[in-house]
């Protein structure tokens, strides 16, 4: 297979050219304006960021591609899917309300809001793919609808894929609630019981009621869980541990990243700042791991990730970060972060399944 275009910018700017004239001049280049829009419905995928969490992207960056695609025709709409685990995302109302808090309205970014799979997540289109973990992917109603999909992914570090960027923006962002519990079906955590302090902080934050602390230690009760990972994240004592289900959870994300992709044009852009150890779902964000180094943008999934992924991997570690003194000068940071994951799995099966390559040029637009 041919390498894929992936065509970036860094954060150097001057009078003459800010960083919103620099990303339009990157989606530009990069081929947004050569897709056909013109009275199309354009899905613009992207995380609203949990409120408390502030390493979400700016509304502003957006904005800049709203204006693209209502130039062009197209009819944008921004979008998200609800979430499995307790917090202010997993209802289309609550949802809404919380990305109105962060920036995203009509007023800031030019266009609505439409959750994807509606007030309580039952809103989805069950796709057929007949593909090796899924023989259908239930994707969130308003993104199977639509007829583009534009993916705006900050790309951060994340507790159970290594990291977060275009595959997971798509494959497990457009899932519908059902959907994403099926991805999550086989990777259930489990309780390092010589590291739990029966602190409880896992049993509040479950939104299954799965977790409970019985004789000062915390047991999951697998009938009631769900794999959402909400535990793994929120435990400081690494108590809570993955049991290493990476590999189903990874390929299952990359069919349905398939299913979102496989019959309509499609356009990604990462922004690789504000780099954060773990996914923008949490209502807190650590220290960056790296300094800010720019924004890709491709039509090829894989090949962004792989780039955005490399970059970072090749960026000097920031002090004072998860990544401690140790791993600063580790060549994956990524899997330095969070052992029990390989980041690579889903990158590898995403090519296998066609949905682009990970041999990329990467182009630099001044």
């Not at 897709?35 to 949990?50: P, Q, R, T, W």
């Not at 609630?177 to 902080?201: F, Q, R």
Request: some cysteine.
């Amino acid at each position: 297979m041919e390498s894929s275009k992936v065509y970036f910018i860094d954060f150097r700017t001057n009078p003459k050219q800010n960083i919103l004239a620099k990303l339009r001049k990157l989606c530009t280049k990069a081929g947004l304006s050569d897709i056909e829009m013109a009275k199309k419905f354009v899905a613009i995928k992207l995380h609203f960021g949990e409120p408390g969490n502030m390493s979400y992207l700016r509304p502003n960056y957006v904005a800049v591609v709203v204006k693209m695609i209502q130039e062009n025709g197209g009819l944008a709409f921004l979008t998200d899917a609800n979430t499995l685990y307790k917090g202010r995302r997993s209802n289309g109302v609550d949802h809404i309300q919380s990305a109105h808090e962060n920036g995203f309205n009509s007023i800031a970014v030019g266009c609505n809001i439409v959750i994807a799979d509606g007030i309580k997540g039952t809103e989805y289109r069950e796709i057929e793919i007949n593909q090796k973990h899924c023989k259908t992917a239930k994707i969130g109603s308003a993104i199977a609808d639509s007829d583009v999909v534009v993916t705006l992914s900050h790309f951060k570090g994340h507790e159970m894929t290594g990291f977060g960027g275009a595959l997971k923006n798509v494959g497990m962002g457009c899932g519908s609630v059902g959907g994403k519990l099926e991805m999550h079906s086989n990777a259930k955590p489990a309780i390092d019981t010589d590291k739990c302090t029966a602190c409880k902080v896992c049993e509040r934050n479950c939104n299954h009621d799965a977790v409970h602390v019985i004789d000062k230690k915390a047991v999951i009760d697998y009938d009631k869980c769900v794999g959402c990972g909400q535990c793994i994240a929120v435990c400081v004592y690494g108590a809570a541990q993955a049991q290493n289900d990476s590999e189903g959870l990874q390929e299952k994300i990359a069919e349905y990243s398939y299913a979102v992709l496989k019959d309509k044009p499609a356009f990604f852009v990462n922004f690789l700042m504000d780099i954060s150890p773990e996914c923008d779902c949490w209502h807190f964000n650590d220290t960056p791991i790296v300094p800010n180094i720019g924004i890709l943008a491709s039509t090829d999934p894989v090949a962004i990730d792989k780039a955005s992924a490399d970059l970072v991997n090749k960026a000097q570690a920031n002090h004072n970060c998860m990544l401690d003194d140790h791993t600063h000068s580790s060549d994956d940071k990524f899997n330095a972060l969070h052992p029990t994951t390989d980041w690579k799995l889903c990158l590898n099966y995403a090519e296998e399944l066609g949905l682009g390559t990970q041999q990329y040029e990467l182009i630099k637009i001044d």
